[in-house]
Each structure stands twice: as C-alpha cells, then as structure tokens.
C-alpha cells in the first residue's frame, strides 16, 4: 500500500541550480498539496492542487512551480535554488480536501549551498 | 481570521505518566480540528479530527482530544505515556475548503 510517494529523499543543490522534487499518490486523491517545514515554524503551503490541470498559489510560492497533468503525480520545481529553499517538503494528498484527512509522503530534505 | 497556538514547544514526561499537549485556536466558524504526529525523518499520520459530531475525540494509540468553545481550546491528551509516543505534535485548524493552518509543534520527550 504505496499511498503517497515522495524522490529523492535527499539532495544538494548549488545555487542557482534547478530541480524537480516528485510526488505520486495512488490513493486517486482529487486533492494534492507541497508544503515545506521549517524548524519551529510548522508547515507552510507551497502550492496545491483540486484536480489534473488545476493549480494555485499557497502562502509561500516564490522561487517554485508545479504542475498536474494527471491525478497521480504533482512534481515541484525550483527554479534558480537559493539557500533561502533549504527545508524539508512534503507533499500530500486528500480525498476531501482540507475537512478530511490529510496523507503525506515521508519528505524530501533539501540543502542549497 | 483563523489560528492555531500550541502553547508548548517540548514537553517532558515520564514513561507511564499522562500526557497533556496543549492547543488553542481561534475561528470565526465553526472549525474543524486536528492532531497529527510525527515521527522522526517521517511525514505527518493523523491522530484525530473533531468535525463537530462529539466534543471528545478518541485517536490511535490511545490518544483522546477535548474540544471546548467556551475556552476555544482542543487539547491533546494520553493516561499513560509509552516511549513509542516520542515525536512531535501538530494542532491544525480548517474552517472549510478555504485554508488549513498548522501549528509550529510541540516535541514530546518520554523519559525512561
């Protein structure tokens, strides 16, 4: 029972360099959700998903992308690291979206140096 | 405006003694609250949700949380603590579809 799958778990950057964090969930979850989580500060939405083709802005979406082409998968993108994206994301999913339960993936650690 | 307070950031107990995590909110609906839990180098797992069906709420590995409007308030309690429960909490409020806010978690320390 895969629920929702997070790669790579761990990765350096340097600045200035791009990547692609990805998510899969196989749950066909309409909901999906990239939060990133900071030593005492929570987690905060990146951006998120209420179905394929849909997107929109959370609190902190500068310096990131998404896109949903299919049910299943929600990569995030980094455009242009800064050291300011070192942090942990998550990523999640939901069948009924912020009244319901929310399922995460396990996290992906990211340092930008 | 919706919030969250987890008015400790680490709290202390002793293998076998209750447990008490604190939460406060604020909402000008009626809100729908949380717990989850994590563990180390893990994602979040929901412990429990209060969707306004029953004020006490029973969670998994026998955590119970409290919902009371007159102290705007949804703590987090266990009678017995176990070293398995060691992580760290999050309260969460939602109020719709609208927006869900975490609180910045409490660590829980069981001391043997």
């Known amino acids: 029972n895969a629920g929702v799958t997070q790669t790579p778990k761990f990765r350096i950057l340097k600045i200035g360099q791009s990547m692609t964090l990805q998510c899969a969930q196989d749950?066909?979850?309409?909901?999906m959700y990239w939060y990133r989580q900071d030593p005492g500060m929570g987690l905060k939405l990146i951006y998120y998903?209420?179905?394929?083709?849909?997107?929109d802005k959370g609190e902190v979406p500068n310096g990131y992308n998404v896109s949903r082409s299919t049910t299943e998968d929600f990569p995030l993108r980094l455009e242009l690291a800064a050291p300011s994206q070192t942090s942990v994301y998550f990523c999640?999913?939901?069948?009924?979206?912020?009244?319901?339960?929310?399922?995460f993936g396990e996290g992906s650690r990211l340092t930008v140096l | 405006a919706q919030s969250v307070t987890q008015l400790d950031s680490h709290v202390s107990v002793s293998e076998g003694t209750p447990v008490l995590l604190r939460c406060n909110y604020s909402?000008?609906?009626?809100?729908?609250l949380f717990w989850y839990v994590q563990h180390p180098n893990k994602g979040l797992q929901l412990l429990l949700k209060?969707?306004?069906?029953?004020?006490l709420v029973k969670g998994i590995n026998g955590f119970e949380a409290e919902f009371k409007k007159s102290e705007t308030s949804f703590h987090l309690t266990k009678p017995s603590a176990h070293m398995s429960d060691a992580a760290e909490y999050f309260c969460?409020?939602?109020?719709?579809?609208?927006?869900?806010?975490f609180g910045k978690g409490t660590r829980l320390h069981i001391l043997p």
């Open positions: 999640a999913s939901s069948q009924e979206g912020y009244t319901g339960e929310l399922f």
């Open positions: 749950m066909n979850h309409n909901y």
């Open positions: 998903s209420v179905g394929a083709g849909i997107t």
């Open positions: 909402s000008s609906y009626s809100p729908s």
């Open positions: 209060y969707t306004s069906a029953a004020t």
């Open positions: 969460v409020v939602s109020v719709g579809n609208d927006k869900i806010i």
